[in-house]
Structure formats: C-alpha cells, structure tokens
C-alpha cells in the first residue's frame, strides 16, 4: 500500500502518474497555489493510515515531517518519537527532529538530533553540518562549529553558507581580520546580501578599533613603519608567539 506524491505535470497539465494507480489517491504537490493544501490532505490520508498500521516507522516518520511542514512541531515530535521507538536507526527524522527542537529554540536537543542524523547519513550533508554549526554556535561552543563547518570547506569552499557562519564565528571569537575576510569572500558570491554587508562592515569597524591603538613598528632593514593594521594580520595569522619571538629581533618600536 502507497500513495504517491506527484511533483510535476506535463505540457497539459496532467500529472505524471504510472498507469496502474490512474484510479487511486495522490498528493499532489506541483502546483505551488495548492501546495498548503495539498500537504494538509497528505496530513489527513497518512494519519489513516498509520492508525490502520501503527507499526509502520516511516509512516509515522512522514505524517511528522508533514506536520512539522505545517508547523504543528509538539504533535510532528510525537510522531517522530513514535518512529523512533520502531526504527531509530534513521536520518531523517532525526534532522526534522533536529529543526523542531532548533525553532523551540531547545539547541542542546536540536544539537543532539543533528549529530544523530549526521551518524546515520552514508554521506556528509552539508545541510545537516550547517544547521549543527548554527547550533552549537548559538550555545557559545564556537570551536566546535568550526570543526564541522570546516568539513564543507572540504567539499565546498565557496559555499555563500560556509563562508558566512565561519565570518560570524571569527566574528564572535574576536578574529575580527579573518572574520572580515569571509564576508568579503561570501559578499563576492552574493553582493546584495544586506546581512553579510553588515557583518562586514561592523568586523571592518572592529579591527579599526583595535588596531588603532596598536604601536607602530620599524624595519631595520628598509627604516620604515609597519602600520599596526599589518601587525594585527600577522598576529593572526602566525598567533602571538610570532609577535614576541621573530618580531623583536627585526623591528624596534616607532618613537
């Protein structure tokens, strides 16, 4: 027993639909006017049916993925939960469980179900590793969401997404040089973001204000001064140990 979901038609209108269910029920979900719709009577023909075959998984796995569509999150949860306790080896509903918890704003459980569904996928998804970096970024754990966004940079390093959040994460650890450097490269990808714009002129304002008060720095070499923006770049890039180890040796500090 199934019913199918229809996601396109033809040049005249009518559905694609195998020959041998023309007479039986279909959702059909093509028609972007009816799409609310549509999902509201799929809520109503899987409900029957998993309280016909409650010991269908899927089946309760997709009536909560209906009603997390239709934004009814405690009742998908139930749902969910009760797919869970039939089959828990599974990585959808552990994500669409993962997103109800992240829109109750719950991200210790959202985090939880993220990890679940990153466990039981074949491949890294990108999606799911995005939504647990936002995740854990939320709970303050900005190490750790680094660790999985860097994942799609392996994959997709020119991702507008990745790019972003690893602007905001810098952002938020105070990199304020390498945060500016992310939203600039995720600015080229889409230049009207307002967001991105934002962040980066608020992490180009930041860096302003710290490298301000840094102390200019002379060359022996060449005499010159080293404006404190440049040493800025270089603390973070080479870390503070550069700064009091190789530096000293080559520059004295401008009068």
Not at 138 to 144: L, T, V, W
Not at 205 to 213: A, G, I, P
Not at 214 to 220: T, V
Request: charged fraction near 25%; include cysteine; hydrophobic fraction near 35%.
């Amino acid at each position: 027993k199934f019913i199918p979901i229809i996601t396109e038609r033809d040049e005249n209108g009518v559905a694609y639909v195998p020959t041998y269910i023309k007479t039986r029920i279909y959702i059909d979900l093509s028609d972007d006017s009816k799409y609310e719709e549509e999902y509201e009577k799929s809520f109503f023909y899987i409900s029957k049916v998993v309280i016909c075959e409650p010991s269908w998984s899927a089946g309760w796995a997709f009536l909560g993925k209906i009603q997390l569509k239709l934004n009814l999150l405690d009742d998908a949860l139930i749902s969910l939960n009760k797919s869970f306790e039939i089959f828990y080896n599974t990585e959808h509903p552990h994500y669409d469980a993962g997103m109800i918890y992240f829109e109750k704003h719950e991200y210790e459980k959202a985090e939880n179900e993220f990890k679940v569904a990153l466990q039981f996928s074949s491949i890294l998804k990108n999606e799911y590793l995005l939504k647990l970096s936002i995740t854990l970024r939320k709970q303050g754990k900005f190490d750790e969401a680094i660790k999985y966004l860097k994942m799609i940079e392996q994959k997709n390093s020119k991702s507008f997404a990745f790019l972003f959040q690893m602007g905001r994460l810098n952002f938020l650890k105070e990199n304020y040089a390498t945060a500016k450097d992310y939203f600039e490269r995720s600015i080229k990808i889409n230049p009207k973001n307002e967001t991105a714009n934002n962040f980066y002129n608020m992490a180009n304002d930041q860096l302003n204000k710290v490298t301000n008060n840094l102390p200019k720095y002379k060359l022996f070499t060449s005499g010159d001064c080293i404006l404190a923006r440049r040493m800025h770049y270089f603390y973070e890039k080479y870390g503070k140990n550069w700064i009091l180890g190789d530096l000293p040796s080559i520059t004295k500090e401008c009068n």
